[in-house]
């Protein structure tokens, strides 16, 4: 009997527990936790890092009944429902009546522009309660009481029309006599352009001159009174323009974004980006050097693994969330969030005689060290892109290019060439000795080294595919970059070895963010004596290489911590 009863109480526990755990799951239930992105170009914000991003601004944003809020490229309405939340509680006291509030925090304080018309009734239905913000009841009830038909906040009368103050997109591309928008560079006859869709990407914020934006907005917002501006902007805006690319080499387009921002001149912007922007690039370059020299940035979070923002997205090198302050004009508070938990330093965005911002403050230091000794650096002695001019589709298809395919048996006195064959293995084929190479290499003749062009996604410290030792008549596709030439095996096979150190792979780290490796990425790496043991005992293991690698430039004993624990050992 005392048994029957102890199974009994057990049970009742275990449906008590599950009773509250679903109780639990329904009282923090979040409807915009369910709608997934729109697409590649539309990252929904999850509420996580939507307060995060919040809770960055200072707390008199929070007090100040003045103040206009604008989210230039609203999604699923996620910051305008959090941000009206924290104003209800910080102007209690400032205006105690709840009504009169909540009315003018939507009437007179945050203002939105859809991403696109879809995202713009999304938004409506968060923030009003209905997708169009003068619907008013219409008294239609169920036989269970409740009303059929959804009705806005305020019974539908605190704004006069639909849209309310956030806004359908209307503006199109404008196209340039090439065929590319003179704002984001979209060509005419893509995607985004067709006739076939509703939407055409045409982001609003990014598709007026820098001067004429200002006046646009006040149009769109306030009766064009030219006396209006905003004072807090925030969101996160599309990230790229894929059209039909892959991600790493889609056209970034959120750098307008925060550029045309900082045009309207308001007291804070806090967007979360890519961090790619860092190190510049495809059509970042201009805009990293904008960044890194504004001392009004007055922190930065980088999170060097974007699941920790986005769960559900991929986005190559990162993401961050900055806060832009016309006021401030002193060093950056940078708090990096990495692997091994989060590091915080306060500095400047630019380094004196580097032109990328430099994510983890030790890397600064090590970096420091490195170019104290003045050293030739490793990227001289790297190809550019295609060394031979063979595309990666050569090696199956060489026709495809106007150029005689490749032999799959090996000729006396002709060439041998590596690249990705079927099924993307690496492979070797042959050309005869009068094949037409489209380009010649000087170390076609001599000794080298081949290294993938890309791996990995943009993390510190990624192992690259093997390095391959190349003998003389050997040349390879796009898929590799070329190091060299010597005129031994033996230097080429201690230049896999320096390859292989922690230490080597830590400052590639510094410049590569994305999953190419280009000519560039190598450009903090010292060139060191590779035939000799003047520099380095090269006959050592690769461990101890690193050893020797971290007393030769002075590393203390955190800076060998953070190689040894940030680094992946490559075999």
Same mark, same amino acid.
């Given at each position: 009997?005392?048994?029957?009863?102890?199974?009994?109480?057990?049970?009742?526990?275990?449906?008590?527990?599950?009773?509250?755990?679903?109780?639990?799951?329904?009282?923090?239930?979040?409807?915009?936790?369910?709608?997934?992105?729109?697409?590649?170009?539309?990252?929904?914000?999850?509420?996580?890092? +939507?307060?995060?991003?919040?809770?960055?601004?200072?707390?008199?944003?929070?007090?100040?009944?003045?103040?206009?809020?604008?989210?230039?490229?609203?999604?699923?309405?996620?910051?305008?429902?959090?941000?009206?939340?924290?104003?209800?509680?910080?102007?209690?006291?400032?205006?105690? #009546?709840?009504?009169?509030?909540?009315?003018?925090?939507?009437?007179?304080?945050?203002?939105?522009?859809?991403?696109?018309?879809?995202?713009?009734?999304?938004?409506?239905?968060?923030?009003?309660? +209905?997708?169009?913000?003068?619907?008013? +009841?219409?008294?239609?009830?169920?036989?269970?009481?409740?009303?059929?038909?959804?009705?806005?906040?305020? #019974?539908?009368?605190?704004?006069?029309?639909?849209?309310?103050?956030?806004?359908?997109?209307?503006?199109?591309?404008?196209?340039?006599?090439?065929?590319?928008?003179?704002?984001?560079?979209?060509?005419?006859?893509?995607?985004?352009?067709?006739?076939?869709?509703?939407?055409?990407?045409?982001?609003?914020?990014?598709?007026?001159?820098?001067?004429?934006?200002?006046?646009?907005?006040?149009?769109?917002?306030?009766?064009?009174?030219?006396?209006?501006?905003?004072? *807090?902007?925030?969101?996160?805006?599309?990230?790229?323009?894929?059209?039909?690319?892959?991600?790493?080499?889609?056209?970034?387009?959120?750098?307008?974004?925060?550029?045309?921002?900082?045009?309207?001149?308001?007291?804070?912007?806090?967007?979360?980006?890519?961090?790619?922007?860092?190190?510049?690039?495809?059509?970042?370059?201009?805009?990293?050097?904008?960044?890194?020299?504004?001392?009004?940035?007055?922190?930065?979070?980088?999170?060097?693994?974007?699941?920790?923002?986005?769960?559900?997205?991929?986005?190559?090198?990162?993401?961050?969330?900055?806060?832009?302050?016309?006021?401030?004009?002193?060093?950056?508070?940078?708090?990096?969030?990495?692997?091994?938990?989060?590091?915080?330093?306060?500095?400047?965005?630019?380094?004196?005689?580097?032109?990328?911002?430099?994510?983890?403050?030790?890397?600064?230091?090590?970096?420091?060290?490195?170019?104290?000794?003045?050293?030739?650096?490793?990227?001289?002695?790297?190809?550019?892109?295609?060394?031979?001019?063979?595309?990666?589709?050569?090696?199956?298809?060489?026709?495809?290019?106007?150029?005689?395919?490749?032999?799959?048996?090996?000729?006396?006195?002709?060439?041998?060439?590596?690249?990705?064959?079927?099924?993307?293995?690496?492979?070797?084929?042959?050309?005869?000795?009068?094949?037409?190479?489209?380009?010649?290499?000087? +170390?076609?003749?001599?000794?080298?080294?081949?290294?993938?062009?890309?791996?990995?996604?943009?993390?510190?410290?990624?192992?690259?595919?093997?390095? *391959?030792?190349?003998?003389?008549?050997?040349?390879?596709?796009?898929?590799?970059?070329?190091?060299?030439?010597?005129?031994?095996?033996?230097?080429?096979?201690?230049?896999?070895?320096?390859?292989?150190?922690?230490?080597?792979?830590?400052?590639?780290?510094?410049?590569?963010?994305?999953?190419?490796?280009?000519?560039?990425?190598?450009?903090?790496?010292?060139?060191?004596?590779?035939?000799?043991?003047?520099?380095?005992?090269?006959?050592?293991?690769?461990?101890?290489?690193?050893?020797?690698?971290?007393?030769?430039?002075?590393?203390?004993?955190?800076?060998?911590?953070?190689?040894?624990?940030?680094?992946?050992?490559?075999?």
């Amino acid at each position: 009997m005392e048994e029957n009863k102890n199974v009994a109480i057990k049970a009742e526990k275990d449906h008590t527990s599950a009773v509250e755990s679903a109780y639990d799951y329904l009282e923090h239930f979040d409807i915009l936790e369910t709608i997934t992105n729109v697409g590649n170009d539309e990252v929904f914000t999850p509420r996580k890092t +939507c307060d995060m991003i919040l809770d960055s601004l200072p707390e008199e944003v929070w007090h100040n009944p003045n103040y206009k809020w604008l989210n230039p490229a609203t999604k699923n309405g996620i910051f305008e429902r959090e941000i009206a939340l924290r104003l209800d509680k910080g102007l209690k006291d400032i205006i105690p #009546n709840e009504e009169i509030r909540k009315k003018h925090i939507l009437q007179n304080m945050i203002f939105a522009i859809g991403q696109t018309k879809f995202t713009a009734n999304v938004a409506r239905r968060t923030l009003y309660y +209905c997708s169009q913000a003068n619907r008013k +009841c219409d008294g239609i009830k169920a036989p269970d009481g409740h009303y059929v038909n959804g009705y806005a906040i305020g #019974n539908g009368t605190w704004f006069d029309d639909e849209e309310g103050n956030i806004k359908t997109p209307r503006i199109e591309h404008t196209f340039d006599k090439g065929g590319k928008c003179i704002y984001c560079r979209v060509k005419s006859n893509s995607k985004y352009n067709s006739s076939d869709q509703r939407e055409h990407y045409a982001y609003e914020f990014i598709h007026y001159g820098k001067l004429a934006l200002e006046r646009h907005l006040q149009d769109l917002f306030f009766k064009g009174d030219r006396s209006m501006k905003f004072d *807090v902007i925030i969101g996160n805006p599309p990230y790229q323009l894929s059209d039909g690319g892959a991600q790493a080499s889609a056209r970034p387009i959120y750098q307008l974004f925060v550029e045309n921002a900082i045009s309207l001149n308001p007291k804070y912007l806090c967007m979360i980006v890519p961090s790619r922007w860092m190190i510049g690039g495809k059509g970042l370059d201009d805009f990293r050097q904008k960044m890194i020299e504004d001392k009004h940035f007055s922190s930065l979070h980088d999170f060097l693994n974007p699941k920790e923002c986005f769960p559900n997205n991929d986005i190559k090198g990162g993401v961050c969330f900055f806060l832009w302050d016309k006021d401030h004009t002193g060093p950056c508070k940078i708090t990096s969030y990495t692997q091994n938990g989060v590091r915080k330093s306060t500095r400047y965005l630019k380094k004196d005689g580097v032109d990328i911002f430099i994510r983890d403050e030790i890397l600064v230091s090590i970096l420091d060290k490195v170019l104290a000794r003045n050293e030739n650096t490793f990227d001289t002695i790297v190809s550019a892109s295609k060394p031979y001019g063979f595309r990666a589709e050569t090696m199956v298809s060489a026709s495809k290019f106007g150029l005689p395919e490749f032999l799959t048996e090996k000729i006396d006195g002709g060439y041998e060439i590596f690249g990705l064959g079927d099924k993307m293995k690496r492979t070797w084929k042959y050309l005869p000795k009068n094949y037409p190479i489209p380009k010649k290499s000087p +170390c076609l003749d001599k000794y080298k080294v081949f290294i993938a062009e890309a791996y990995g996604c943009g993390n510190i410290g990624e192992v690259p595919s093997t390095p *391959v030792l190349s003998t003389p008549g050997q040349l390879c596709t796009e898929t590799f970059l070329e190091i060299g030439p010597f005129n031994d095996a033996q230097s080429a096979e201690n230049v896999i070895k320096y390859i292989k150190t922690k230490f080597f792979r830590a400052l590639v780290g510094i410049q590569k963010q994305t999953q190419h490796t280009t000519q560039k990425v190598y450009r903090f790496v010292p060139l060191l004596d590779f035939k000799s043991k003047k520099d380095i005992d090269w006959s050592k293991s690769v461990s101890s290489i690193d050893e020797q690698l971290f007393v030769r430039y002075g590393l203390n004993s955190e800076e060998i911590k953070f190689i040894q624990m940030n680094i992946q050992e490559m075999i």
